[in-house]
């Protein structure tokens, strides 16, 4: 690890095929946007030799436009890889959107790496979806780390900021939290600020100096070793505490001393399993600069104290039909099972996938098997296809570097699997598997949108299909009731994104519209109507007489029909042709052209002509019955209801309570969750939440999350169906 005596830069480079799961590092980089995650990816690039000087590989080509700002808002939205080596070992380091709104990004991240690094800004500290995502990593124990950025802000305070992590991540032990280097400063500038330097290694007391642009190793002065005695005690108390060596806590108390290399042995084989989270610093390499601040002591941390693919334990596997499977964990000569991570399209080699190998060893030109996912809720289609797999390649940005294989623990761009989507398994082809696929966030904010011309009404659906495919967070929907394509998404940053791929990548032009939920209507009291259609002109004319009844049922009775004539007054072959004609005014609605729901129609009596009388005549006399009724009755507007599920921050519980009773809802329940947390539950008519994952994340500043289901349609208030009545008879 980076604190080790004799620590080094070590051997760096481009990233290749790796041999071995011991000698592969995957790592998932974690932060809030503006934390500095990219930036902190470039450096560490930097410094492993992937490129020669910031933005640039050794060839002198772009790293994947590190300097456009086009590439830089598309790194923003979305999971990217850069592999790196060092010291003998591939690192894949997997940088995540820091917004709220591509989660399912983040998730693919947290997937396909065996630890994290959070990334936190020295001068903006910890949110609250940061704390959520750190919480996830602990439910599965996965390995971390911190990272504290920004530095050289004015008001950046290294100590304050270790302290607000012990309290924001150490809730269980925050002497688990705790910094392995203290930053040390140069001299102060003309506004009083000092510039960080160089590190201080608590365990080995020996000074990491950056201030040339390449980091050296030196004795520090005899007045700094002083101020770092009280962290480092902490330090090693620290680690001791998370010793395997139940002893080591006796000798140390005893007053022996612990040598240097029992206690990073000890260190890092607790980051490894989850148990101990050290805090370092970074700052990205000055303009000519090799290394940036704390790049080296980040790297030798990857290597050293982060585990291997080997021993992180698989996800369940299965056969495609459903039967348990055991499977060697990260066997590179096992069965192939290997996951989608990503999903994206490029103009030139078309779909590219980003892959996970759990076990086995995948080949270029290797047919394949890809099982899907069961996202069919999602607008995703489940298939079981075998496909040949094209070129393997490591990626670094735009440029894709060949790769002859990919064993189980590494990851790899797969070029040409045209069926394979994010959360697919690949497997061998006469040996289908199917691994457990990781939780998707539900999208719950909708976006209705429509053709914006004909041509793009041709190239729509297609568009709609590679973006869902690519994209596992976003959900498309048909609607039947409202004849609306809606698109449901996490939040206004990802409608966004989804707008902008479907004009840029795919050329369809989208207009948004407003979106309708599925309004119903009801009658409120039993009333009666006379259907009569009766013309004559040259040849056979029209002749339908049909009277009904029509009275309210319990809410989900749907429409019943029911025969009561008598002596034959509608012949026997008409009354199917009544039946039709009232069940299709039922479907337009009798108000405010919304369905028809949770009614009886009693057909009584009526007349027929034995020469004029037809099927249409009775199916329009039916209509025609059903709408008189319906002038002579008070018709209720429904509206759809959603049990809302709102889990929230003890803090924020009020102000929930509050904004869900301003959109009409009524709170049914509360009960603790622990962790400083509040289970809500209410039942809001959806008309008025359209918007609340929006709303939600501004009112609880991140930190809520809520699910919805459909309960059922009730009566909506008076004066706000008056209002969709009026503006139903102004379109009319």
């Not at 496909?387 to 797969?414: M, N, W, Y």
């Not at 337009?588 to 249409?616: E, F």
Request: aromatic content about 4%; glycine content about 10%; hydrophobic content about 40%.
């Amino acid at each position: 690890m980076g604190d080790k005596a004799n620590a080094h830069p070590g051997a760096a480079g481009r990233a290749t095929a790796a041999d071995h799961p011991a000698s592969v590092r995957n790592v998932v980089l974690v932060g809030h946007s503006g934390s500095g995650k990219t930036t902190l990816v470039e450096a560490l690039a930097l410094t492993a030799g992937a490129v020669n000087r910031a933005g640039r590989v050794e060839d002198g080509g772009t790293v994947s436009d590190y300097d456009e700002i086009e590439h830089r808002q598309q790194r923003s939205v979305q999971l990217s890889l850069v592999p790196v080596d060092w010291d003998g070992y591939k690192i894949n380091i997997l940088d995540t959107p820091g917004y709220a709104d591509f989660v399912g990004e983040l998730r693919a991240g947290l997937r396909a790496a065996d630890a994290a690094l959070f990334v936190v800004s020295a001068s903006d500290g910890v949110d609250g979806s940061t704390r959520m995502v750190w919480e996830e990593c602990a439910a599965v124990g996965m390995p971390r780390a911190i990272v504290v950025t920004h530095l050289e802000s004015a008001r950046a305070d290294f100590d304050e900021m270790t302290r607000i992590c012990a309290e924001a991540f150490g809730a269980d032990d925050p002497d688990a939290v705790l910094p392995l280097y203290l930053p040390l400063h140069g001299a102060a500038g003309p506004d009083g600020h000092a510039s960080v330097t160089g590190l201080i290694g608590l365990l080995s007391q020996r000074l990491f100096d950056y201030s040339s642009g390449e980091r050296k190793e030196a004795e520090p002065d005899a007045g700094q070793l002083p101020l770092i005695e009280e962290a480092r005690n902490r330090l090693i108390e620290g680690i001791i505490a998370e010793s395997e060596d139940e002893t080591l806590m006796d000798r140390y108390l005893g007053g022996e001393e612990i040598d240097l290399e029992t206690l990073v042995q000890d260190l890092e084989r607790a980051v490894a399993r989850g148990a101990f989270f050290p805090v370092l610093a970074a700052a990205p390499a000055a303009d000519g600069a090799r290394q940036g601040l704390g790049t080296v002591e980040l790297l030798e941390l990857v290597t050293g104290g982060f585990p291997t693919p080997l021993e992180r334990e698989a996800p369940a596997v299965t056969t495609p039909d459903g039967r348990a499977r055991e499977v060697s964990a990260c066997d590179p000569d096992g069965p192939l099972v290997a996951e989608v991570v990503k999903t994206a399209s490029d103009p030139y080699v078309g779909r590219v996938s980003l892959v996970r190998v759990f076990s086995g060893t995948l080949r270029p030109d290797q047919t394949v098997h890809v099982s899907g996912h069961g996202l069919s809720d999602r607008g995703h289609e489940d298939h079981d296809v075998d496909e040949r797999v094209g070129a393997l390649s490591a990626p670094f940005g735009k440029q894709q570097r060949a790769l002859t294989h990919c064993i189980a623990g590494d990851l790899a761009c797969v070029a040409k699997l045209h069926r394979a989507e994010t959360g697919d398994t690949l497997s061998a082809k006469d040996d289908p598997l199917l691994m457990e696929p990781w939780q998707m966030p539900d999208p719950l904010l909708p976006l209705a949108i429509q053709a914006h011309s004909k041509a793009d009404e041709d190239k729509l659906s297609q568009g709609l299909g590679r973006l869902v495919a690519e994209d596992p967070t976003m959900r498309l929907e048909q609607n039947q009731s409202t004849h609306q394509v809606v698109l449901w998404c996490l939040g206004e940053a990802h409608a966004d994104v989804a707008l902008e791929r479907l004009r840029n990548r795919y050329g369809v032009q989208v207009d948004v519209i407003p979106y309708k939920v599925s309004l119903r209507e009801t009658f409120a009291a039993r009333a009666a109507g006379r259907g009569r259609h009766v013309k004559q002109s040259g040849g056979h004319g029209q002749y339908a007489i049909c009277e009904i009844e029509v009275e309210p049922l319990p809410n989900g009775s749907g429409i019943e029909f029911v025969d009561k004539v008598v002596g034959g007054a509608v012949p026997r072959q008409f009354i199917p042709s009544v039946e039709k004609g009232v069940r299709a005014q039922a479907a337009r609605g009798v108000a405010a052209g919304h369905p028809l729901i949770d009614i009886r129609i009693t057909l009584l009596d009526g007349k027929a002509h034995s020469v004029d009388s037809s099927d249409a005549a009775f199916q329009t006399a039916g209509a025609l019955a059903l709408r008189e009724a319906a002038g002579d009755a008070r018709i209720h507007l429904l509206e759809p209801v959603a049990e809302v599920s709102v889990m929230v921050g003890d803090d924020y519980v009020g102000a929930v309570m509050s904004d869900l009773s301003g959109r009409r809802g009524r709170v049914v329940g509360t009960e603790q969750a622990g962790g400083g947390r509040t289970l809500v539950r209410a039942e809001v008519p959806e008309i008025e939440i359209g918007r609340y994952a929006v709303d939600l994340r501004s009112l609880s500043h991140g930190t809520a999350r809520f699910s919805r289901s459909y309960a059922r349609h009730e009566p909506m208030p008076p004066q706000i169906a008056e209002r969709i009545r009026e503006r139903a008879r102004d379109t009319s």
